[in-house]
């Protein structure tokens, strides 16, 4: 505690008295949409019961605004705020504390090392919290997670356009086979030749985070509607012992390394 923390006459500082408060309406929220759960997970602004609430939306409506966020706030969050944004509305807590902004750490493959692309990255994040983790009984999230990284690697980017784009000359579309955000950006630059500063090349990034919470969406209504099934084919630990992109050979070239686990069979 600091020192100009003063004491009431209780002997409760007033950080306290606000947290205390916090906490109080967080359970209270928790309890209005029916998770009960215990009062130690209830000080956290999220509920750790699953699933999180969720009513249909919009594929076009989301990916809209998720074409609109990602020039405030980045691939990553502008996916997060798509779906979570309407539902803060429509359903209030547990979305309304999320700290959705939070998330703006995701672009650029995280804070710009290129590693996998926030739009996956925040699409798998909004299923994970919705459904909850596999873990916790239900595998849809884990299972959509998995097709939205194969839909991503395989769909010829961008696939969505938007009303009244930035950019109003016709972008040029690129597979990336890959959810990693240099290969899938390094490919579309390459092909459309646009530097990474370009308006060209950020309304791309815009239009891939639409296209990604748009078939998020998708996923998460045929859920909802009990109707979900899980598409992806990719199992590389099974085929191949090792996590992985399944086309090795465009970084590896002919000569695949064996991990360990395989060569001893
Ligand atoms: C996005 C590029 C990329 C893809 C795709 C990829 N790898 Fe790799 N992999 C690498 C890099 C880079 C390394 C580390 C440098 C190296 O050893 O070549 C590596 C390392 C490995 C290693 C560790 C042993 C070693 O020799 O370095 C194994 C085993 C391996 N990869 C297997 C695979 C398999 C199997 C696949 C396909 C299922 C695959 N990789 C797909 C880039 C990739």
Not at 236 to 261: L, R, S, W, Y
Request: hydrophobic share 40%.
């Amino acid at each position: 505690m600091g020192m100009d923390e003063k004491m009431d006459d209780k002997g409760v500082s007033r950080r306290q008295m606000i947290v205390g408060t916090g906490a109080l309406a967080a359970s209270a929220a928790v309890a209005h949409f029916g998770g009960l759960i215990g009062s130690a997970q209830a000080v956290g602004c999220t509920s750790e019961k699953w699933p999180w609430p969720y009513v249909k939306l919009d594929p076009a409506t989301t990916a809209q605004i998720a074409y609109e966020e990602w020039y405030r706030v980045f691939c990553g969050a502008a996916v997060i705020n798509s779906v979570f944004g309407q539902l803060r509305e429509k359903v209030g807590e547990p979305y309304q504390s999320f700290p959705a902004d939070a998330f703006v750490f995701l672009e650029g493959g995280q804070v710009g090392w290129g590693t996998i692309c926030g739009s996956p990255a925040g699409a798998n994040l909004v299923a994970n919290c919705i459904i909850g983790p596999r873990i916790a009984g239900d595998a849809a999230g884990h299972h959509i997670a998995e097709d939205i990284m194969q839909f991503y690697s395989e769909a010829a980017m961008p696939v969505f356009t938007p009303k009244n784009p930035k950019i109003t000359t016709e972008l040029i579309k690129t597979t990336s086979n890959s959810p990693l955000c240099h290969i899938s950006v390094g490919k579309w630059m390459k092909a459309a030749n646009k530097p990474i500063g370009s308006p060209e090349r950020k309304d791309r990034c815009a239009r891939v985070a639409a296209s990604t919470a748009y078939h998020l969406v998708v996923l998460l209504n045929a859920w909802k509607d009990g109707k979900y099934e899980a598409k992806s084919t990719h199992a590389p630990v099974k085929d191949f012992g090792i996590t992985a992109q399944m086309n090795c050979m465009e970084c590896h070239g002919a000569d695949i390394p064996t991990p360990p686990m395989a060569a001893k069979k």
